[in-house]
């Protein structure tokens, strides 16, 4: 079973920091030039879509449970713990229309549903692995920042 920490109305959006001066000058003072600028910008905003979605909450959990194979809704739900029916159908729905997930339903009574990951699906097993391998590797180094942090003086700065 998967276990998540309890956390309510978690969802990460990851944003974009434009890095270049090109509005403070024509031209730019590095040399770019503002369709060079609205290119980058547009190419981060892609990718945040696709972030997006990979960093939901409940995304990675349905992703690394299907990575054993196809699963029915009830089966995901019981192996996700503290998933609601609601927050599966919509993160199962949002993995089908970015085609990481295919769903197959069956016309029997009573209805039968399988979720698989799709290729795609499939490719983003190994760098989610990496990513669990890193977080496991450093939760330790993590936390006492986090401690060292929470026990410093507050500062205007913050």
């Not at 290119?39 to 960093?55: D, K, M, P, W, Y």
């Not at 729905?93 to 197959?104: I, M, S, T």
Request: some cysteine.
């Amino acid at each position: 079973m998967i276990k998540t920490a309890s956390q309510q109305g978690t969802s990460v959006i990851l944003g974009h920091t434009q890095v270049t001066s090109a509005k403070e000058s024509p031209g730019g003072q590095d040399g770019n030039t503002p369709t060079q600028d609205a290119s980058f910008t547009e190419t981060c905003l892609r990718a945040n879509q696709v972030l997006a979605r990979i960093g939901d909450k409940w995304t990675l959990l349905v992703v690394m449970t299907l990575a054993g194979g196809p699963r029915r809704f009830s089966e995901l739900k019981r192996s996700i713990d503290g998933v609601s029916q609601r927050m599966l159908t919509l993160t199962l729905r949002g993995l089908e229309r970015d085609g990481l997930v295919h769903r197959k339903a069956y016309g029997t009574v009573p209805p039968r549903v399988d979720y698989a990951l799709t290729p795609l699906g499939r490719s983003l097993r190994e760098p989610v692995e990496e990513l669990g391998a890193w977080a496991l590797a450093h939760a330790d180094t993590v936390e006492a920042a986090r401690r060292a942090f929470d026990a410093a003086e507050p500062s205007e700065e913050r």
